[in-house]
């Protein structure tokens, strides 16, 4: 696989690998510790999680900004890679600790640690490639680390999963910091491979300092988002977006924007139109992160709540030994106190000493003895949510002295990751025949399919919703496997391309910067599909949910077709 191409490749490779498999073990489970009652998980609403999932990829993402612009001038790649490692492990740990007293100083570890990672390691892959022997395989190098992002994603579920069901939440979160110090010792022993691409590209007369960028962009950012976050509560009595955070991001992301707006005019004239295909894709690609990333949130709750995750019984006796299973007890109280919910199996419920207190275990493999206080609190009977749109038939059937083993739900993450890696050497291979043929599309062409096949993956969900009655009786798993396989091939024309037309076109001085940029249309995108995922509950008939996706990624794919031409040219004049 890494035949022909730099020996820096695999170190680069499996370093992102390591990285990716923390990063989505952590974004694969959080929504559902979230969303898990207490005292298992946090016990928030899916509004609320929701909020708060696209409050943090948004930022994840958003930071890259800081991370490039430093390394670009400062810190160099290496070093920056380092740093944003270490701080993300030590995110992870601190998920780790119970309760959500370490929530935000955590996921802000990881923002920041991201923001020094993510957009350095991509720009050391396209240093790699300058040399005119390597020249032509960017593309191809491109959709290889693409392939080890994915391999990282495919198996840290399968790992969450496990110490999640067997040991608790807090492991699972751990898992994430180990697989991240994984990453950076593999790297640090690679680095003889890769120190020759890690070449700072200091400023040029006319380009802002860092003193100015942090007056103009960061000081005014940080100014808006209080603004935001405060203002429309004080003057209108509600958010102007949704929530008081989407508020913030909405209006911090505004000077980051003219920043990159300012690029563009400030630029020499050699320079302008680069700056200006890379600005006008960043705007159209924010439409397929802002429906990509639902995965955690809105295709989570679907693979939760709607999806059939019963198992036969030989293939149970198989993955739940490897804790790959979640129980799920049909009659349960719920206790409702201080703001809070309390989901607890009748089934598991404890003598104690106190009257007014229920005593349980979480589940039947649960050693610790937890207790509520029941004093002034609403207790009532209940049935589990998985259980509530099953068919009458089939819930009849459900045991209620044991518990009902599901697959856990976590493992869905791991159908997209799956499918790039299957597809990623298809895809490499498609392109490559085109390429012999003299028909390959532009790397422009493969973003504008990337978002057609993006607006056609999100039609198997309607037809999913469809045939489950609107969700009043459970869908096969097969909706969402075929939903991920399609999107999966707009992926990989996509993203990978991305990254591959930022490191050709940009002026090499901001190469990392503008990298940054892709990463910020990103952000934006991730905090849209948290803001979408946070309306589910506000359509009563969850067609016009995908429906509404189908029509912004059509838009979407019809403005770059749109563009095509000029786009073409721009980037067959400036390949770096």
């Given amino acids: 696989m890494f035949k022909s191409h730099p020996k820096g490749l695999p170190v680069l490779f499996f370093t992102e690998l390591w990285e990716r498999f923390g990063y989505y073990l952590m974004l694969g489970i959080f929504v559902l510790y979230m969303t898990d009652a207490a005292p298992k998980g946090l016990g928030y609403t899916t509004e609320i999680a929701s909020d708060v999932y696209g409050s943090y990829i948004a930022l994840v993402y958003l930071t890259p900004f800081l991370g490039g612009l430093l390394a670009d001038r400062v810190l160099g790649y290496v070093k920056a890679i380092v740093i944003g490692g270490i701080l993300m492990a030590l995110g992870y740990f601190g998920l780790s600790i119970p309760g959500d007293t370490f929530l935000w100083p955590s996921l802000f570890l990881i923002i920041f640690g991201n923001g020094f990672f993510k957009p350095n390691i991509s720009t050391l892959v396209g240093n790699l490639y300058q040399k005119p022997e390597y020249k032509e395989l960017k593309d191809t190098g491109y959709n290889i680390f693409y392939m080890g992002i994915n391999i990282g994603a495919f198996v840290c579920n399968f790992v969450a999963a496990y110490l999640r069901n067997e040991f608790g939440w807090g492991f699972a979160f751990a898992g994430a910091g180990v697989g991240m110090l994984i990453g950076v010792v593999w790297f640090m022993f690679g680095l003889k491979h890769i120190r020759e691409a ?239 043929r003299k028909k390959e599309p532009s790397t422009a062409g493969k973003i504008g399919w990337g978002l057609f096949i993006t607006a056609v993956s999100t039609t198997i969900m309607m037809l999913a919703v469809i045939f489950s009655d609107n969700g009043n009786v459970k869908s096969s798993a097969g909706w969402l496997t075929a939903t991920y396989f399609i999107i999966t091939i707009g992926e990989l024309c996509l993203s990978p391309m991305g990254l591959s ?57 019809l403005a770059i077709f749109l563009m095509i031409k000029w786009l073409r040219r721009v980037i067959s004049q400036h390949n770096n």
Avoid: C
């Avoid at 100014?223 to 958010?239: C, E, N, R």
């Fill in 198 to 436: 890690d070449v700072k590209k200091p400023a040029q007369e006319g380009d802002a300092s860092l003193k100015q960028i942090f007056m103009y962009v960061f000081l005014p950012a940080i100014v808006t988002a209080i603004l935001g976050f405060l203002l429309p509560l004080k003057l209108l009595g509600h958010p102007l977006f949704g929530s008081p955070s989407t508020d913030a991001f909405i209006f911090a992301s505004i000077p980051i924007v003219v920043f990159y707006f300012s690029l563009w005019f400030r630029a020499a004239k050699a320079d302008k139109e680069p700056i200006a295909a890379l600005l006008s894709i960043f705007g159209v690609v924010i439409i397929f992160w802002a429906i990509f990333h639902q995965n955690g949130a809105a295709l989570t709750i679907w693979a939760r709540d709607y999806t059939t995750r019963q198992l036969p019984a030989f293939v149970e006796s198989v993955v739940s030994p490897l804790g790959l299973t979640e129980e799920r007890y049909k009659e349960i109280y719920i206790v409702e106190k201080d703001g809070k919910k309390v989901e607890i199996p009748k089934l598991l419920v404890t003598d104690g000493e106190n009257k007014n207190a229920i005593y349980y275990r979480t589940a039947s493999s649960d050693k610790t003895a937890h207790s509520i206080d029941t004093t002034g609190a609403k207790v009532t009977s209940g049935e589990d949510g998985y259980f509530k749109n099953m068919e009458p038939a089939e819930k009849a059937a459900v045991p209620t002295d044991r518990a009902y083993v599901l697959l856990s739900t976590e493992i869905f993450q791991s159908i997209n990751p799956f499918w790039v890696v299957v597809l990623t050497p298809v895809v490499v291979t498609f392109f490559g025949m085109l390429r012999r």
């Fill in 501 to 557: 037309l930022v490191s050709k076109v940009s002026p090499p001085r901001f190469t990392a910067l503008m990298m940054g940029g892709w990463f910020l249309s990103t952000a934006i995108g991730n905090k849209l599909s948290g803001v979408i995922s946070g309306l589910w509950n506000s359509f009563d008939d969850k067609v016009y949910f995908f429906l509404i996706n189908f029509i912004a990624a059509s838009f979407a794919a």
